[in-house]
């Protein structure tokens, strides 16, 4: 078939002269395209807004810390309380290769943290360089703890986003400054803006981080951690690792291998696991649904091309009598479907991307945008495909029925 | 050989109780030739019309038109034949109604992928010839059925046919723009040798053509010779 301005205005001449009628045969195709691409939409947006909870912690992180025990062992009574302490780390190195980091965490909540005569409360947390790898900070301002303040018990500090706020008002970079907590000068080495919901003992935006050893010696820890966390390697199921973890753990402290209730986990893996399929299942009903709707659509236009088909009887004989070949008068048909639904759909995309435009710009907050809800220019375009060929399959079977029309049926129509 | 030859043609119906429309029809027409057939409602004519415009097969038999066998075509072929070789004047004129005169005027030519352009200036050209330029922008249903007939043969006459097919040409008219339309036809056969051939019941009608063909129970009666125009008395025309 020619593609010219010719064929395109007999198809614009036929669908207009049924202005009424193609506009609304075209509203069910534009808004399956509109529900597909703003129910996606949403949902992605939606599930940003989730994750921006969780950003910055590790999916597979498992967090330990010790309870009462509730079982007799070895000579212990049961209800006994137990700690961890640095050596596990070491045991667990060896003992559990499939490990990937293992660093302890410990803190102390309500310091009161000054600088000149700004004060905050703020939680203080001492952890090793390695914990960067379960909650990731978002440094704004100089460095993370490393393992030069770790090893000289260095009295540096990173401090969160609203400590940051609270004692230096005036912004700027306040690495090197000096913050007092507890009557100690801790000079400040980084400033983590991490805001994500997730955070082990306390948020992130409240704390004060320091070295573990200077939290160690300057809070007489000792020996003793409060929590370890604990990644596993790429590809092993931390679930599947957990009952050795605990065995090794359990030997060191003379703790029953059986006894669950004494050895607190937490396995994120598992929690986000269930966030992954949820998602899945949300997304699975917006394609559900959108399709439906889309389908539901391409069905009604192919029924109006049908009953324009049959309306339009004589002029398609006429056609045929004065020299149409059956492969044109096809192709006719087709293309006014194909043509209906594409313009129909192409407005739905066009709105929906509005819609979803609108909501992005609900959603900004001082020029930083929460999550995107706006579709991909690759879904826009699939989606504009998929409208190709469902147009072309909606005007399949009309066109076929086009194509029977026998030039002497159309007169003895009159 | 003449312009269409037809040989014993036999034509069936078989919708429930078999009808045998056409009992071996032979024919020849020659180049130039405007002849007219007659018959009585279901006598068979429009069957053979059918046949003779491409639009109906036949099942037993030859139909030669300009030296070519038409028979068993496929539907491309068949659209195509009837497109450069046959021009189709309709009683109820068939122009699509959504169309301007010139855009139907034009539509034989779409249909053989002439650019628009040339398209437009022939059937302006052929427009102008009918006299109806300044009709040319109008709708049919903005027209008097002598003009929307006069598109039709226009229409009918821009692929330049081998002849003419009109289908009771004069039936849905008043009888003075009747004889116009006659009129006109005889003018183009007998200024430009254009091949006509006209089905009518009409016997003031068929009296216009030089040769009258009478049909009756699906054969061949007589054949008129009318040159002089005076098969009828003209006492009652219409």
């Given at each position: 078939m020619r593609i010219d301005r010719d064929t395109f205005r007999e198809i614009l001449d036929s669908l207009l002269r049924n202005r009424s009628r193609s506009l609304l045969t075209g509203f069910g195709v534009f808004w399956g395209v509109f529900m597909l691409m703003l129910l996606s939409g949403g949902g992605n947006g939606f599930r940003e807004i989730l994750e921006k909870n969780f950003?910055?912690?590790?999916?597979?992180t498992c967090i330990v810390f010790p309870t009462e025990t509730t079982k007799p062992y070895k000579g212990f009574q049961k209800g006994r309380y137990w700690s961890l302490n640095l050596t596990d780390i070491d045991r667990l190195r060896n003992l559990v290769p499939e490990l990937e980091t293992i660093s302890p965490l410990m803190s102390l909540w309500g310091k009161s943290v000054t600088n000149g005569d700004k004060l905050i409360t703020a939680t203080v947390k001492g952890v090793r360089p390695d914990y960067s790898n379960i909650e990731t900070p978002k440094l704004v301002y100089g460095r993370y703890i490393n393992q030069m303040d770790l090893q000289d018990t260095k009295k540096v500090c990173v401090i969160g986003k609203k400590v940051y706020k609270t004692l230096f008002?005036?912004?700027?970079?306040?690495?090197g400054n000096m913050v007092v907590m507890d009557g100690v000068y801790y000079q400040v080495v980084g400033v983590d803006y991490?805001?994500?919901?997730?955070?082990?003992?306390?948020?992130a935006d409240e704390a004060v981080t320091i070295p573990q050893t200077t939290m160690s010696r300057t809070y007489n820890f000792?020996?003793?951690?409060?929590l370890l966390c604990f990644t596993a390697k790429?590809?092993?199921?931390?679930a599947d690792i957990l009952p050795k973890v605990r065995g090794v753990i359990a030997r060191g402290h003379y703790?029953?291998?059986?006894?669950?209730?004494a050895m607190f986990m937490i396995n994120t893996q598992v929690l986000f696991g269930i966030i992954d399929n949820l998602f899945k299942g949300i997304n699975f009903l917006v394609w559900l649904i959108g399709l439906g709707t889309l389908l539901a659509g391409a069905i009604g236009v192919s029924n109006i091309m049908m009953v324009s088909v049959k309306e339009r009887t004589t002029e398609i004989g006429i056609r045929r009598a004065i020299g149409a070949t059956p492969n044109q008068i096809l192709w006719q048909i087709i293309a006014e479907s194909i043509v209906l639904t594409l313009v129909a759909g192409m407005m739905g995309i066009v709105a929906s991307v509005l819609v979803l435009g609108a909501v992005e710009l609900g959603m900004t907050e001082d020029g930083i945008l929460k999550a995107t809800f706006q579709v991909s220019f690759g879904v826009a375009l699939l989606a504009a495909l998929l409208l190709s060929v469902l147009g072309s399959l909606a005007g399949l079977a009309p066109s076929l029925r086009a194509m029977a029309i026998k030039p002497v049926d159309a007169m003895r129509d009159e | 050989m003449a312009l269409i030859e037809l040989r014993d043609i036999n034509k069936t119906y078989n919708n429930g109780q078999p009808l045998h429309v056409l009992k071996g029809i032979n024919l020849d027409i020659e180049r130039g030739e405007f002849v007219s057939i007659m018959g009585a409602s279901g006598s068979g004519k429009s069957t053979l019309l059918n046949i003779l415009g491409i639009l109906d097969n036949y099942d037993t038999g030859t139909y030669h038109l300009a030296g070519k066998l038409i028979k068993d075509l496929t539907e491309s072929k068949a659209a195509d034949y009837r497109n450069r070789m046959i021009g189709f004047i309709f009683q109820s004129f068939?122009?699509?109604?959504?169309?301007?005169a010139v855009e139907n005027v034009e539509l034989p030519l779409f249909y053989q992928g002439v650019p628009r352009r040339e398209r437009h200036a022939k059937a302006m050209e052929y427009l102008e010839k009918l006299g109806l330029t300044q009709w040319?922008?109008?709708?049919?249903?903005?027209?008097?059925g002598g003009q929307r007939q006069r598109v039709a043969i226009a229409r009918a006459l821009i692929t330049k046919p081998e002849i003419i097919l009109a289908d009771?040409?004069?039936?849905?008219?008043?009888s003075k723009t009747s004889v116009e339309v006659m009129q006109l036809l005889k003018q183009l056969n007998k200024e430009e040798g254009i091949t006509i051939i006209v089905v009518t019941h009409e016997s003031g009608v068929a009296n216009e053509t030089d040769k009258i063909i009478h049909i009756k129970d699906g054969i061949i009666g007589n054949i008129e010779e009318n040159t002089t125009h005076s098969a009828w008395d003209g006492s009652v025309m219409k």
């Open positions: 950003e910055g912690f590790a999916h597979n008002p005036e912004g700027g970079d306040p690495c991490n805001e994500g919901n997730m955070n082990v003992n306390g948020r000792g020996n003793e951690i409060q790429e590809g092993i199921q931390m703790v029953h291998p059986d006894d669950e209730q | 068939n122009l699509i109604g959504f169309k301007t040319a922008t109008h709708f049919p249903n903005e027209m008097s009771e040409p004069t039936g849905a008219l008043d």
